[in-house]
């Protein structure tokens, strides 16, 4: 066992008062609902922080409308690079303290805060960065007839749209957080970021190194809230556009407030229920180290983690017993122990669903390894192998977001697409096998936004990421974001 050691100032961090951040000043209005943060590896309440005012979630965008208006829409790319990263340095520089207070408020892995929300985040932050001089339009050459002499010419323009509304969930509240900033920065947009009331303290933590960093006061805002401020948020008619990512019930009524309160842009990168589907002749050593890797890590609690996958009925018993044997390797315990693997569910709420899912698994489908929540204090649950017998079966349809993978056999390649694609969600899939040119024949024939080969979840900023059918509207990363955080605009020309 190796516990870190909490630094010093986390323990001070905790023992502030904290609220929102709004043109570079934090604010702290005692009359205003508080909000408990408890460790989810032992139930105690470790901080609070004082949800947003109407006020308060107008003053945050008006900051944000304001420097856009007079400063950042305005900077030069160059500079706006140089600022972004900056901010990436200070968020390595202050990683430990950053990733302590992550672990602390949502449970995850110690060595996965540090490598999601410190590493991964940071370099998201530069490749966005390096966007900032190189967003471009087009020239194009117009057909319409010369009566006079005239000539004609047009070209585009990419636009800042103005103030984004980044809604957070709470898997990787400081990851997911870059994705949307980074993007609106590069772009010349400026942001008011609500963190999920249930891990508001990394983000914040984060966003204060914005002024450090040097960013006009009022480039980053953040309120903290529950769904009622993300509203006000959307609702805020300075609010241009909103980059949300969470459930999908919840991104149905996120859409719906935007198009109803200005047609507000929109992207959506809702859940998944990812399938992994085996050919015969997959490595299945390959595909368990796989699938322990990327259905586990973080309680399985990443949208596009494997949750059901699909093998051949004679290799079946083999994949699964070499799963459960990694997983009995695992160690599971305090996130803070960098030597084991898992930590507990990241919030009340979410374990009681994973719990009822366990139930469900098992009077409804078969367990094969776990199954059951741990004794004591904290969320904690076993990694858990089930099996099923139909696509129709609850562990087959709905998305756990908890660290269950369900197993379904096959004996007919021809009928693996139509189980594949036999649901509302269509985050990501992935096919595992030696035979690339199989692969590739099944691949166009996948409703979903990403398909891994021999892989799974793992996200790269350079390739486009976002949901194929209930799985969302809209790409991050590659150049697709472009798209989302600006205008285009047309400029026609006679001479
Ligand atoms: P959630 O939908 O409950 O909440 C997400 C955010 O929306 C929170 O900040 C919440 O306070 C806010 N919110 C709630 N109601 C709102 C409303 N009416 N208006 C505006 N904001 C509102 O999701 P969660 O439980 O925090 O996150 C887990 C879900 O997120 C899972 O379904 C997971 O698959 C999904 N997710 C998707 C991606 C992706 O990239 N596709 C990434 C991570 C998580």
Not at 100 to 105: A, G, I, N, P, V
Not at 394 to 410: C, D, N, R, S, V
């Amino acid at each position: 066992m190796s516990t870190v050691q909490i630094l010093p100032a986390v323990s001070d961090y905790l023992k502030k008062t904290h609220g929102q951040l709004i043109n570079g000043e934090s604010y702290a209005n005692a009359s205003n609902t508080t909000i408990d943060v408890i460790n989810p590896a032992t139930e105690a309440v470790i901080a609070h922080v004082y949800s947003a005012s109407d006020e308060e979630v107008d003053q945050a965008v008006s900051a944000a409308r304001h420097c856009f208006d007079t400063k950042w829409k305005s900077t030069l790319p160059y500079q706006r690079a140089q600022l972004m990263n900056k901010f990436a340095d200070l968020i390595e520089t202050n990683g430990e303290e950053i990733a302590q207070l992550e672990t602390l408020c949502s449970g995850k892995q110690i060595n996965a805060s540090r490598m999601f929300e410190i590493q991964q985040a940071a370099s998201f932050l530069r490749y966005y960065a390096g966007w900032a001089t190189k967003i471009s339009g087009e020239t194009l050459t117009p057909s319409f007839p010369s009566m006079a002499g005239e000539q004609y010419t047009a070209f585009t323009r990419r636009e800042p749209i103005g103030v984004v509304a980044g809604i957070i969930p709470w898997n990787f509240p400081v990851m997911i957080a870059i994705w949307k900033l980074g993007a609106a920065l590069a772009v010349g947009c400026t942001v008011v970021l609500k963190p999920s009331e249930f891990t508001p303290l990394s983000l914040l933590r984060v966003v204060e190194l914005a002024k450090e960093a040097g960013f006009p006061d009022g480039t980053i805002n953040l309120v903290q809230g529950r769904g009622d401020v993300g509203e006000k948020l959307i609702r805020h008619p300075h609010v241009a556009k909103v980059s949300f990512t969470g459930s999908v019930p919840t991104g149905l009524k996120v859409g719906k407030t935007a198009m109803e309160s200005n047609l507000t842009r929109c992207t959506l990168e809702l859940g998944g229920k990812n399938a992994a589907a085996l050919l015969d002749d997959a490595d299945i050593d390959k595909a368990v180290m796989g699938l322990f890797m990327t259905g586990y890590i973080h309680q399985g609690q990443v949208c596009a983690a494997p949750e059901r996958i699909y093998v051949p009925r004679s290799r079946l018993e083999e994949l699964t017993t070499k799963l459960a044997a990694q997983l009995d390797k695992a160690g599971i315990g305090s996130p803070l122990d960098d030597s084991l693997m898992f930590g507990p569910i990241s919030n009340g709420p979410q374990y009681q669903k994973v719990c009822r899912f366990l139930e469900t698994a098992a009077s409804e489908s078969r367990i094969l390894h776990g199954g059951h929540p741990l004794p004591g204090d904290g969320y904690f649950v076993e990694p858990t192998i089930v099996e099923a017998a139909s696509n129709s079966e609850t562990l087959m349809q709905a998305e756990t977001f908890g660290p269950i993978i369900t197993f379904m056999p096959y004996d007919d390649e021809s009928e693996l697409v139509e189980l594949m694609n036999d649901t509302p969600f269509g985050l990501s899939a992935s096919l595992w096998t030696n035979d690339l040119s199989r692969a590739m024949r099944l691949v166009p024939q996948i409703e979903a936004g990403t398909v891994w080969v021999n892989m799974h979840t793992l996200v790269d900023p350079s390739v486009p990421f976002g949901g194929a059918k209930c799985s969302g509207i809209g790409r991050e990363f590659g150049s697709a974001f472009i798209d989302d955080y600006t205008n285009l605009k047309s400029v026609m020309l006679c001479y």
